[in-house]
């Protein structure tokens, strides 16, 4: 008798990615929008505050640039699957992938390669209208693009995770708009990206943010693109790379749980 083998979980979750890519490319107005929205504000708002840092020689639309790299993946990642999902449900997508082979933790992945390229081509973005647009600087200690590499990962997977848990919450995929642009646009500025320096919130809001991950993110990035003399206008007065590594990885596996637990193929399992 012959053994029949299906594909790994992994290897369903590359080919579903795979997939996503080539549909979210085909709605080229999703694509430009996703990819233009934080280079956009960026140049608006890098070109209408300017300043520039006491005995540091950053200026503000420097770490502004820095910031909007984490927020773009959070924009990516957490809001649009949020609304993606929720779609996929309503649509009947999610039905017909229930009869495939394919388990729910492939689908997961298939998602955050998804997010993990539109993510990357995202943050070249942002970062090219920082260096055109403003001077940044860019970083040449190959430790600081590790440090750039690790957050990013992180950063995409637990926001991706969480997006995904968001959409169980939304009765539907309009619903699901509120439910993930609410807390993403008040989170952003309690975190610390429009607001800079960082210092200049109440304690008490920065302290809410720091149980999410785009503060930690959008401080991640702060360290790859500014140099050490900014971290005395971090609230804690360093960089905290360990703590930084440790919500987000704490936020991958609680997403995940989250996830298995809450998932819904149909909207009638409701």
Known sequence: ???????????????????????????????????????GILAVLGSVFSQTYTDTGVESSHVLTASMVGAGIIATSFVNLS???????????????????????????????LVLVASLAEAVLVIGVGVLMFGMPLPTDPAKWLTFAWVFVLAVVS????????????????????????PYVGLQFISGVYMNPITWLPAGMVTVASFFPIKWAAQGFRSVFL????????????W??????????????????????TFRWSNKSR
């Open 83 to 113: 609304i993606s999902v929720a779609v996929d449900r309503e649509d009947g997508t999610l039905l017909r992938l229930r009869g495939t082979p394919m388990p729910a933790v492939s689908y997961f992945l298939g998602k955050i390669i």
């Open 240 to 261: 905290e790379l360990g703590k930084t590594s440790l919500v987000l990885g704490a936020w991958c596996v609680a997403g995940l749980v989250l996830c298995l637990m």
């Open 227 to 238: 140099p050490d003399s900014m971290t005395k206008y971090e609230m804690a007065g360093s």
């Open 1 to 39: 008798m012959t053994t029949l083998h299906l594909p790994s979980p992994v290897t369903i979750g590359v080919a579903r990615g795979l997939t996503e890519l080539k549909l979210f490319f085909r709605s080229k107005e999703q694509a430009i929008f996703t990819f233009a929205f934080p280079a």
């Open 159 to 182: 926001c991706s995770l969480i997006g995904i848990f968001t959409a169980s919450l939304a009765k539907s995929s309009q619903s699901a708009s509120a439910v993930s642009n609410l």
